[in-house]
């Protein structure tokens, strides 16, 4: 049973990929996006660099861990896709 999650794990992490790679070259919204952070991004360091030490760690860390809390709540989502896909394929009689 491990041997099937980790090749389920290695399969979605490389649909993953491929999904993000395709977004980047076709998704307006996120080209918009990325297109305002590397617009804003030496002013934000700027004003990271213009904190004290204590506030700059912290600012810091608060922004990794959301990203990293953003990023956990993503993986959940796509692989439960994934999971409602199967049972849809099952309810209809195809699997």
Do not use: H, P, W
């Amino acid at each position: 049973m491990a041997d099937v999650n980790e090749c389920f794990s290695n399969f979605a992490a490389e649909m993953r990929r491929t999904t993000y790679q395709e977004l980047i070259k076709t998704d307006l919204e996120y080209q918009e996006l990325e297109c305002y952070v590397d617009r804003y991004k030496d002013k934000f360091n700027q004003i990271i660099n213009s904190l004290d030490d204590k506030d700059k760690v912290f600012i810091e860390n608060y922004i990794t861990t959301k990203l990293e809390r953003d990023s956990c709540i993503n993986e959940s989502l796509y692989i439960a896709g994934y999971t409602d896909c199967i049972k849809l394929l099952k309810e209809l009689t195809i699997l």
